[in-house]
């Protein structure tokens, strides 16, 4: 297994509903390493480009607006298979399909508001962490991971 850093994201609807601290804890439970987060408005420019492969699809502008209405709270992760290990803790896009046990599953209910998004591979991972931190995460060392590898 490789070290790998993904970029996660409580949408505005998580934040408002009061979800940050449950959502955090998850993963930090699981074991993934926080290393970078911040709670920020996102700018309408970085939402059209963070979701640039959507450009064409018919929820575009509506996926837009919601993730500019109000503030997320954006990280990055990093730990074993952490592109994968964090989707598997997100479930499934749809919310109605989602497992119970997931952040999603037992968070979400329709689509347009499943709380939370995760980078989709290595390689989105990169993308989205330099787009939003501009590749500025901080390392440090963790005494648990001895426990965790
Ligand atoms: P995300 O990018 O947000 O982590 O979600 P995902 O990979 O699981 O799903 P993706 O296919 O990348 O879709 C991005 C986001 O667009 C919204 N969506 N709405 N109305 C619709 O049919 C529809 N389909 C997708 C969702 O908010 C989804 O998370
Ligand atoms: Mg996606």
Redesign the pocket.
């Known amino acids: 297994m490789a070290v790998e850093k993904t970029f996660v994201?409580v949408?505005p609807d998580g934040v408002q509903r009061g979800l940050v601290g449950e959502i955090v804890s998850r993963f930090e439970k699981k074991g993934l390493k926080l290393v970078g987060a911040k709670l920020m408005q996102v700018p309408q420019s970085l939402a059209e480009e963070h979701?640039a492969?959507?450009k064409e699809?018919?929820?575009f502008k509506?996926?837009v607006s919601?993730i500019t209405s109000s503030p997320v709270f954006a990280m990055v992760l990093e730990g074993d298979s952490a592109v994968s290990v964090a989707?598997t803790l997100?479930g499934?896009?749809?919310p109605a399909e989602s497992a119970p046990g997931t952040i999603r599953g037992d968070f979400g209910l329709t689509?347009?508001?499943?709380i939370?998004?995760?980078?989709?591979s290595t390689e989105s991972a990169a993308r989205e962490i330099k787009l939003w931190f501009n590749d500025e995460s901080v390392a440090y060392d963790r005494a648990v991971d001895v426990w965790l590898a």
Do not use: A, C, W
Request: no cysteine.
């Open positions: 994201m949408k979701y492969e959507h699809r018919p929820f509506d996926l919601f989707r997100m499934k896009t749809n689509i347009g508001m499943n939370i998004h995760g980078s989709d």
